[in-house]
């Protein structure tokens, strides 16, 4: 009885040795062992070149303003970095003109991104109908479509840029594998896809509701 006694308070006594090793990391009382917990600290992955960032954009199903907002920020620092060597690029490259068609193909599709984020944020402060009992909030609407104004007016020099860049491209007579990009960047030329235009109407439609707004206020204001 006393050797099993010794044997069990031996094994209890390992036990919390090995306990103490683990590593607590969440308040679900759930353990993992240090060792295991180490590499993937070391091998956390860090974005670094222009495709690191252009793959960290994602949309949720539904999603609102702050997940436009992060794939903006995201957007934005991958036109200030480097590419990854050829080697490594989204599509097969092995001359340096696909390479050059490939720099400005990737940066066409950022600008078009950064400029749609733009204008689903504006979208968001604006209204598609302006009914007569909204004019209740006639304040409120004010200050939301300014707001939506400024976010329409920022989308518009990221689709000069990716149309000048789709141009560009355009001068070379082969295409890249890029999935639906080279699509894209024809339909830009031939005009098919024109988000100048685009954005022209909802600030066009905008401005009428503006002075919706602003003849209404005027007249409470009388």
Known sequence: MIRRLALL???VSSLSATLRLD???DQSEMYTKFSDWIPKRLHQWQPQHVEDFFLLYSLKQYYGEEELRRNIFFLKIALQKRFRHPAQALAKIETPEQYHKYRLMIFMHINLKIMRSYLRIGSLYDKRHLYFYNLDFADELKNSFRIAEGFYREALPYWEEARRLAK?????DFELDL???ESIRHEIMTGDIDFGKYTANHLARLKQKQTAVDDFLRQMNN
């Open 23 to 25: 590593y607590y990391y």
């Open 168 to 172: 560009e491209a355009s001068k070379y």
């Open 9 to 11: 308070l031996t094994l």
């Open 179 to 181: 999935g639906s990009l």
